[in-house]
């Protein structure tokens, strides 16, 4: 997606340690109309499938799905990454180990929400390792549900999240692809969708 | 706002412990074309106020915030409930107290994105003790920055978080108000808005 990786250019910071801060428009604070942007070309490019439900993971997550869900007209489900004490029993859950904030978290999710008759499209903001996908992937796996796609705005393409998940015969896109990142320079992969 | 009363009444569950849960619908698996109308009425009765950001807290009120943003035409900011490595020094920060997580948490928003030009609407999914809200207005006071109102999804008006904002003068209105709950009925206090 042209514009994301312009915006990425512009508004983007590297950070030591290969930590691209996009939390000027992404992940902190939200340019509302540019996601919104972002959810058009997610219908786009997974809207031909029998998508029901979008699943994505807190935080950050949440509001790219909610926006993007609006043109699939489906409801957002968002795993949670801890138990909370208003969530039923009767849950799903997997690990997932955060290296942002180096720590495991469970991720829960009801099993009221998710089950054999769901088509889903996972959606996230972020994917480098792919710790937070394969997490999801394996909830839907223990849900009975089928995975239609996993959509991601910026994936780091220099980490093998997107190989192992692409190995795995799962159709990932991501909307854009940093195949290289210095302090001062980031170069994209070219996308053929 | 009587579809989300009626929603409420059709959808939530009242556990024991004073525990509402509307998790079908809004803060684990999310109407999204439901959680547009919300947002509609948030502009409604917010939309006359000079806001120029939508300031909400991880996770559950992220959904709401970018839905109702659409009709603000403005970006929404999200306060963190713990330090990131991916986020800058310089934040403003506060202390909330999660009844729900029966725990202390340490709330954080980058300075770079709240300061003394910014009108700001907070929004949340639920408001019960108060102390998520009090937290955000927190961190908006010692930001430089302006509060137009706090707009609140549904709100435990048998506790105290409620009349506590209220009397501090601030613009507060819930899109619906719990007067009583017990373990098989649930009453609303009637609004004037």
């Given at each position: 997606?042209?514009?994301?990786?312009e915006?990425?250019?512009?508004?983007?910071?590297?950070?030591?340690?290969?930590i691209?801060?996009?939390?000027?428009?992404?992940?902190?604070?939200m340019?509302?109309?540019?996601?919104?942007?972002?959810?058009?070309?997610?219908?786009?490019?997974?809207?031909?499938?029998?998508?029901?439900?979008?699943?994505t993971?807190?935080?950050s997550?949440?509001?790219?799905?909610?926006?993007?869900?609006?043109?699939f007209?489906?409801?957002?489900?968002?795993?949670?990454?801890s138990?909370?004490l208003?969530i039923?029993g009767?849950?799903l859950?997997?690990?997932?180990?955060?290296y942002?904030?180096?720590?495991?978290?469970?991720?829960?999710?009801?099993?009221?929400f998710?089950?054999p008759?769901?088509?889903?499209?996972?959606?996230?903001?972020?994917?480098?390792?792919?710790?937070?996908?394969?997490?999801?992937?394996?909830?839907?796996?223990?849900?009975?549900?089928?995975l239609?796609?996993?959509?991601?705005?910026?994936?780091?393409?220099f980490?093998d999240?997107?190989?192992?998940?692409?190995?795995?015969?799962i159709?990932?896109k991501?909307?854009?692809?940093?195949?290289e990142?210095?302090?001062?320079?980031?170069?994209?992969r070219?996308?053929?969708?």
């Amino acid at each position: 997606m042209k514009a994301l990786e312009e915006r990425i250019l512009k508004d983007g910071q590297v950070r030591p340690g290969h930590i691209l801060k996009v939390d000027s428009f992404l992940n902190h604070q939200m340019d509302i109309p540019f996601i919104n942007e972002i959810g058009k070309e997610f219908h786009r490019l997974f809207g031909h499938k029998p998508v029901n439900k979008i699943l994505t993971i807190e935080a950050s997550g949440i509001g790219v799905a909610c926006l993007a869900a609006q043109y699939f007209n489906v409801p957002v489900v968002f795993a949670k990454k801890s138990q909370s004490l208003n969530i039923d029993g009767e849950m799903l859950s997997t690990k997932i180990v955060s290296y942002t904030h180096k720590k495991t978290y469970d991720v829960i999710l009801s099993k009221r929400f998710l089950g054999p008759d769901d088509h889903v499209l996972v959606i996230d903001d972020f994917m480098a390792n792919g710790c937070a996908a394969l997490g999801l992937i394996d909830i839907i796996q223990k849900s009975g549900a089928t995975l239609e796609g996993v959509g991601i705005v910026i994936e780091k393409g220099f980490q093998d999240g997107g190989q192992k998940i692409r190995d795995m015969g799962i159709d990932l896109k991501s909307l854009a692809i940093i195949e290289e990142m210095t302090d001062d320079s980031l170069t994209f992969r070219e996308l053929d969708y």
